[in-house]
């Protein structure tokens, strides 16, 4: 048995994940998937204070209560901020880091500088009054959708779980400056076919930083595609536990 540490994105709650838990618990692997501090069930505790630093303790406080090791950590978009900076805390209880679909950071690095376009979500925030509320981006026309998804259905569903994010997630570095972090495995899984200009990946090296070849799956579907290929997304998933 394994346990898999879901982590989800921006503006996006715990609840995502409900199509992939049922599917890794019945491969016999135990699954958390907790709300990070100002979504979902905690949506009432966000505030201009609440920043990736926040979140990273959310984590880290999830592991160390539970007493979780050998944990398969998966964050999703944004969230590749927050287990890069959680797994830097506690490495010995990582066996696995999954980017899906996510931001890949450096020591030091701000969401600004992994995906600039976050930026402009930093000012919009600035001009609309608040100076630190970050609604969720808009549904597009197909294919794009909200965040990939284009069903009425799951778009429906989906809306109930998003909230504001503030802009502090997206201005706090990463920490990364454990050298025990390095020999954690690393897997990232791109979701391809669908590009939304700005929001442009960036390359995975080669060699990652335990010496490894690179490991890099891909689903053909929108971004949220727990949402979208649950059952192929949990296939993948299922390689690492």
């Not at 899906?100 to 992994?114: F, I, K, N, S």
């Not at 997206?170 to 020999?183: I, K």
Request: glycine content about 8%; aromatic content about 4%; charged content about 20%.
């Amino acid at each position: 048995m394994s346990t898999y540490l879901l982590v989800h994105g921006a503006w996006h709650s715990g609840q995502c994940w409900d199509r992939v838990i049922p599917l890794l618990t019945e491969a016999g692997h135990r699954v958390l998937a907790p709300s990070l501090t100002g979504y979902g069930d905690k949506a009432g505790l966000l505030g201009p204070e609440v920043g990736l630093d926040t979140h990273v303790d959310d984590v880290v406080g999830l592991i160390t209560e539970e007493d979780l090791t050998d944990v398969v950590l998966v964050g999703h978009s944004y969230a590749g901020l927050v287990v890069s900076s959680a797994a830097n805390r506690v490495p010995d209880r990582i066996a696995q880091l999954v980017y899906l679909d996510a931001m890949v950071p450096v020591d030091g690095e701000r969401a600004t500088d992994v995906l600039p376009v976050t930026q402009t979500l930093i000012d919009l925030a600035v001009e609309s009054g608040t100076g630190w509320r970050i609604p969720p981006l808009p549904e597009l026309p197909p294919p794009a959708g909200l965040f990939g998804v284009t069903d009425p259905a799951d778009v429906a569903w989906l809306r109930t779980m998003l909230s504001d994010q503030s802009a502090r997630c997206l201005q706090q570095p990463v920490r990364l400056d454990n050298p025990a972090v390095n020999a954690i495995p690393r897997t990232h899984i791109h979701c391809v076919g669908i590009e939304t200009e700005g929001f442009d990946r960036r390359p995975v090296p080669a060699i990652q930083p335990n010496g490894t070849a690179a490991q890099v799956w891909e689903l053909e579907t929108g971004h949220d595609c727990m949402i979208t290929k649950p059952a192929e997304l949990t296939e993948l998933l299922l390689k690492l536990g």
